[in-house]
């Protein structure tokens, strides 16, 4: 198992709808190990397999909610449903999100409350899970991942503006750069 580098913004693989993952093979198990190890070494909350360079729908996530309950997984071939968004404002404070393929950024943005992730194991057994909260964030980011589009694209003004700027100042959005965990310095 192995640490992959994480794709930065510009990577074609990111922009684009990732395909559906139809072999569960010892291939598919070593990815998902290599992802879990590497969004742990990132740090990170989730990690889906373009954010490595594989354009297949999958999805890790590691989240403890505040009562301190491990939610620990992997999607495959996912499907999300959403509640309702709301049209105010992202808290400038309390909807902070972050990617990894945008190292060291963190901008407000808005999403649903609540979530329904459904889709297979690696075992191909159903999962279903309802969240709500940063754990329902968390989906709806990397559900994201998997039709191309970064939480910077949702972006509303000024931050969609001020996220382009950075992305152009660090020389990013061109296909190429990436970093590794544990080894390449980025700010956080």
Known sequence: MAIRRICITGEPVLHQRAQEVTE????LREL???MYET???APGVGLAAPQIGVGLRVFVYDYADDDGNER???VINPELSIGE?????????TEIEGCLSVPGERFPLKRAETAVLTGVDLDQQ???????GWFARIFQHEFDHLDGTLYVNRLAEPWQEISQDIIADNGWGKPGLSWLPGKDKLEA
């Not at 968004?85 to 404070?93: K, L």
């Not at 159903?126 to 709500?132: G, K």
Request: net charge negative.
């Open 126 to 132: 159903p999962v279903r899970i309802e969240a709500d």
């Open 85 to 93: 968004v709301s049209t105010e404002p992202a808290d400038e404070d």
């Open 39 to 41: 969004m742990d070494k």
């Open 32 to 34: 998902v190990q290599d």
């Open 72 to 74: 620990r997984g992997v």
């Open 24 to 27: 569960f093979d010892d291939n």
